[in-house]
């Protein structure tokens, strides 16, 4: 019996191809099989990051999100759907394994930095070899475009899911020196308000897709709508204490 | 009159060359002039990640660190002498700039995540193009090492300095799902004592030289003695709700 193949999760950065590390490129060529999430007919983030670095006839391995929209998010039902689902998505990827082949698993941003890969890997790692190329966060890719120095010295960093009830987030915030608030959505409002509370709204930077060519930034006080993407993300800038 | 340079803050990533991204490896092969902190007699940490990317012939330019040792950190002299510094050193990379040269400034990790580049970014970004090459972060580099999930869904992520008071890290460490906690050095036993008055202490992995060759990576509760080099960090990974 041949060997198994080898689990590598490989972060492919924020957007721009060319911010793909060395070492993503090389797996990429190297690769026997890339699996990578996405919507139904929707090529997938991570693939469209990953398109200039890929083998010609690499074998594919479409992971496709179920439908949940008519699932509320907070719901068992919701829960045990995408469970079901990264159970199947990490049986795919097992049978690949299995066969001797290596799969390359795209993550966008960093793999085990809130990513999808984290749920292959969770089931897989204890029974196969694996292997973790680390990546550019989406959010350094938003702080570098905005060219805005985020945190230094003895700053406490906070990243904050804008789902937090408007009460914590102030409190989270007020609490912190530099804060990214993720997924904003249809919570801006919320983030706005909450951002005046704890005293930082003048300082934060509004950003939607942070390293793509029609990205937007933007002081979020200067925004006029409270309109934004869910993957859209706010920045507060620390260094506050500059020598 | 030439135009003046452009100033490009290169993140160099954590420490293994190949997880240089393509856009840091093209800046270092374009640029006029490589810049580079350093302390004096050593070659540069930056500059031995960035070695093999540079192009023959570059014209170099350490910014090499004052001595500090005998100054208490937390006392105005210490400020002044490194703020001294940093305008030395802007002043050494603007002359460049105003030459017409490109200057790339080369970062560990990520430029604007807690590095020395921001201190001349801060400087000339108001005089100069900047331009920012987003970088994996030293963090990244250390948890991918570890192949261990740090973040997930709405997990709250901090990043916390070794130097903050016990009380402080263990109220700041039991309110976050994620934490890492940097700067160890001569702190591990205080930092050792709030994992525990946090409750964090079982799930801690302590990290020496994240993705260098001689990595040491094992959980904090396992180490024996309480040795720690200055940019040893610890993982505090989340996800602790995982589906």
Same mark, same amino acid.
Request: proline fraction near 9%.
């Given at each position: 019996?041949?060997?198994?193949?080898?689990?590598?999760?490989?972060?492919?950065?924020?957007?721009?191809?060319?911010?793909?590390?060395?070492?993503? =490129?090389?797996?990429?060529?190297?690769?026997? !099989?890339?699996?990578?999430?996405?919507?139904?007919?929707?090529?997938?983030?991570?693939?469209? %990051?990953?398109?200039?670095?890929?083998?010609?006839? $690499? &074998?594919?391995?479409?992971?496709?999100?179920? %439908? &949940?929209?008519? %699932?509320?998010? #907070?719901s068992a039902a919701y829960r045990d759907t995408l469970c079901a689902f990264y159970d199947h998505a990490a049986g795919k990827v097992a049978r690949e394994l299995e066969a001797g082949r290596n799969v390359v698993v795209l993550c966008e941003g960093d793999p085990l930095f809130y990513g999808s890969y984290m749920h292959v890997h969770a089931r897989l790692a204890p029974r196969f070899?694996?292997? %973790? $190329?680390?990546? !550019? &966060?989406?959010?350094? *890719? #938003?702080?570098? =475009?905005?060219?805005?120095?985020?945190?230094?010295?003895d700053d406490v960093f906070t990243v904050l899911p804008a789902t937090l009830p408007e009460a914590e987030l102030i409190r989270r915030l007020s609490d912190a020196d530099a804060a990214v608030v993720m997924k904003i959505g249809r919570h801006l409002p919320k983030v706005r308000r909450a951002l005046q509370g704890s005293g930082r709204l003048e300082r934060a930077?509004?950003?939607?897709? *942070? &390293?793509?060519?029609?990205?937007?930034?933007?002081?979020?006080?200067?925004?006029? /709508? /409270?309109?934004?993407?869910?993957?859209?993300?706010?920045? !507060?800038? *620390?260094?506050?204490?500059?020598?």
């Open positions: 019996m041949s060997a198994a193949g080898k689990l590598i999760g490989v972060g492919v950065g924020p957007g721009d191809p060319e911010l793909v590390t060395l070492k993503a =490129a090389r797996a990429l060529r190297e690769a026997d !099989v890339v699996a990578f999430f996405a919507k139904r007919g929707e090529p997938g983030h991570a693939r469209s %990051i990953a398109a200039p670095h890929l083998r010609n006839g $690499v &074998t594919e391995l479409p992971l496709i999100y179920p %439908i &949940t929209s008519e %699932i509320p998010k #907070c070899s694996a292997e %973790i $190329v680390a990546g !550019v &966060t989406g959010m350094s *890719g #938003c702080w570098s =475009a905005a060219a805005t120095p985020m945190a230094q010295g930077l509004y950003v939607e897709r *942070g &390293t793509m060519a029609d990205a937007k930034l933007l002081p979020l006080a200067a925004k006029a /709508d /409270d309109d934004a993407p869910y993957f859209a993300i706010v920045l !507060v800038p *620390g260094w506050e204490r500059r020598p």
